[in-house]
């Protein structure tokens, strides 16, 4: 088989972050053969250990620092909230002419905290993949994760164009569409997609185990009902929500604000017994499940039912 003159699209890529995001970059890299080497970095030994057994990246180190030295391209997926501190102890090592670029799931408050620390002559272009499960750490990654999912780049004003091309280019070898956004757009689109939809279930989730102390075993037993599937979502890293809500404050208020109104509206209609507003608004959101799967975003397996 002749080599594709254009692979790999990059001499050495620098992972800081070796979790579900960096440890399923590592393998999409290596399935498409994108990166010459791959060097990682990761803060506890435990993650370091695990991701030399897997594989993950030819160098692997504690000092994000020596990662990025040399590299093309620097990915950092660690939380939001700790974005800014690593991008200050990498700044010194950065090449010129490299690509540095974040998986966050929150786009202000990153370009906020990291931006100011990025040298002159390296190219600081914003992401968010939007793809992920409720699973974190080094063993959770899978090179399928990127494929056929949405990629948001941000990139700032006067950003570098052949750097943005290239840095998409990436995204779209890893089998994801890439989309293009002002940071504020992606907080509140994020928000109501992604953010609130964790918060609500961490509520439900939550609630449901206090009432557990009245009620017993049974919120476990029965929660095949609908229960069960709040579940997936409350079991998302702590860590990484925490800093999403903390990092997008203002997004998430203000769509809180607005569901609440909306779920008191409901409240009123089955107080007062009105069933043709409660049919007519679960019929609307029938339909948005329709969109979704026609969209691709999902399948439409009988997941309720799901053994
Ligand atoms: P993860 O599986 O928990 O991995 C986080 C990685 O960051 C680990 O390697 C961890 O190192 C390192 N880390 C944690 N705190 C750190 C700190 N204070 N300083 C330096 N390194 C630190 O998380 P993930 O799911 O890959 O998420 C990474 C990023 O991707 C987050 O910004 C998140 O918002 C974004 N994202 C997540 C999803 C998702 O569904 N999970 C989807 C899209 C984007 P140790 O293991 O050594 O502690």
Known sequence: MSKDPNLPMFSKVALIGLGLIGSSLSHAMRRKGLAGTISGSARSEQTLKRAAELGLADDLTGDAGKAV????????NVPVGAMGAVARSI?????????????????????????????????????????????????????????????????????????VKKLEAFWKAVGSNVDFMDPEHHD??????????????????????????????EIIKYSAGGFRDFTRLAASDPTMWRDVFLNNREAVL??????????????????WGDGEKL????????????EIIDAGQDTDAPNFGRK
């Open 188 to 217: 509140l689109v994020l928000g109501i997609t992604s953010h609130l939809p964790h918060l609500i279930a961490y509520n439900i989730v939550t609630t449901a185990a206090d009432l557990e102390e009245v009620l017993g075993k």
């Open 69 to 76: 030295k040399d590299a093309d391209l620097v990915f950092l």
């Open 279 to 290: 049919f007519d608004l679960f019929s609307r959101s029938r339909k948005v499940r329709r």
């Open 91 to 163: 700044a010194p090592q950065l090449k010129k002419g490299a690509i540095v670029t974040d998986v966050g799931s929150v786009k202000a408050a990153v370009i906020r905290d990291v931006a100011p620390h990025i040298p002159d002559g390296v190219h600081f272009i914003p992401g968010h993949p939007v793809a992920g499960t409720e699973q974190s750490g080094p063993d959770a990654g899978f090179a399928d994760l990127f494929e056929n999912r949405w990629c948001i780049l941000t990139p700032l004003e006067g950003a570098d164009k052949e750097a």
């Open 254 to 271: 203000e769509l809180l604000g607005r569901f609440s109104e909306d779920l008191s509206a409901l409240q009123r209609a089955i107080r």
